[in-house]
């Protein structure tokens, strides 16, 4: 069974930087696309971030010039770097992974974290 957890969130004044780290954990051949989501309250989730393998990055546009996303393939864990951070980033943060390959036959697919809260006063 594959899970992903994440870490690092926390309360931050506008400004203020925090780094969030999820770490992939089971029987874990590769990871193909991960990612990190947010969900404000009353607001649907929504991509930040995500990363392929090969480290090709896309990001919303929200966050671009703020945020980076990086891996470590080896560890299999995920980072978001997040700087400038401003009230509207306030959300739980969720790691995804879109595919992972647990053995030479088997993929799984669809995994989420159970989320990290970011808050940032206003």
């Known amino acids: 069974q594959v899970r992903l957890v994440e870490s690092g969130g926390g309360l931050v004044q506008a400004g203020g930087s925090l780094r969030l780290s999820c770490a992939a954990s089971?029987?874990?051949?590769?990871?193909?696309?991960m990612g990190w989501y947010r969900q404000a309250p009353g607001k649907q989730r929504e991509l930040v971030a995500n990363?392929?393998?090969?480290?090709?990055?896309n990001y919303a546009d929200s966050v671009k010039g703020r945020f980076t996303i990086s891996r470590d393939n080896a560890e299999n864990t995920l980072y978001l770097q997040m700087n400038s951070l401003k009230p509207e980033d306030t959300a739980v943060y969720y790691c995804?992974?879109?595919?992972?390959?647990?053995?030479?036959?088997?993929?799984?697919?669809?995994?989420w974290g159970q989320g990290t809260q970011v808050t940032v006063p206003s």
């Open positions: 995804y992974a879109d595919s992972v390959r647990i053995s030479r036959w088997s993929v799984v697919r669809d995994i």
């Open positions: 089971g029987t874990i051949f590769s990871i193909n696309v």
């Open positions: 990363i392929t393998d090969g480290a090709s990055t």
